[in-house]
């Protein structure tokens, strides 16, 4: 499956379960926002880089991912090629999705308790 595949399916399933009231419909609002910031924060980075002005610090990227916006920016990655191969940021940006994911059903199980 594609990076985008990935990412749209994750929104899909949690706006479904939103849709159906297993989530609060603020969930797939954060994310839906925070990807959107993302994919325009790798988009201003991506420009940045090509005209040698200041770029966006890939701390201040991961945040946004950490925040719910990682399916925007794995987008924005493969739409602007922009932040897919250097390893070192590779591994912080999967960190940030997965802890992202951990607190996303963590929220789920507390909710349903």
């Not at 706006?15 to 924060?41: E, F, K, T």
């Amino acid at each position: 499956m594609t990076a985008i595949g990935i990412a749209t399916l994750f929104v899909a399933i949690i706006c479904s379960l939103a849709a159906v009231g297993i989530l609060p419909l603020v969930v797939p609002a954060v994310y839906l926002a925070a990807s959107v910031a993302a994919a325009i924060a790798y988009g201003i980075d991506k420009s940045a880089a090509r005209n040698g002005a200041w770029r966006t610090p890939e701390r201040t990227l991961h945040i946004l991912a950490l925040m719910g916006g990682w399916p925007g920016a794995l987008v924005a990655q493969r739409v602007f090629r922009h932040k897919s191969r250097k390893p070192s940021f590779l591994f912080a940006f999967w960190a940030t999705v997965t802890l992202n994911c951990a607190a996303l059903l963590w929220f789920w199980w507390m909710a349903g308790s």
